[in-house]
């Protein structure tokens, strides 16, 4: 495959966040991190976009926001 025929997305992990430090862990048990993510992605999308939607229905919603979350976000 020609290196101009790729795209990478790289996925940054907060490790003085608890929560994001966990995702990593679990993600770490995977020795295709791509493929983990691939096959992720691709289960949203035989659900029709659950994710997307979630977001877009919370989107159209006002909240509060949670600031403990926002960490997570680098906020």
Known sequence: MNELNRKVKSVPFNLDDPYERELLEHCNQYIQFATYIKRLIQRD????G????EHEKGMKQEKTIDKSKLKSFGL
């Not at 999308?45 to 029709?48: F, K, L, P, R, T």
């Open 50 to 53: 659950l994710l997307r939607k």
């Open 45 to 48: 999308m035989e659900q029709g």
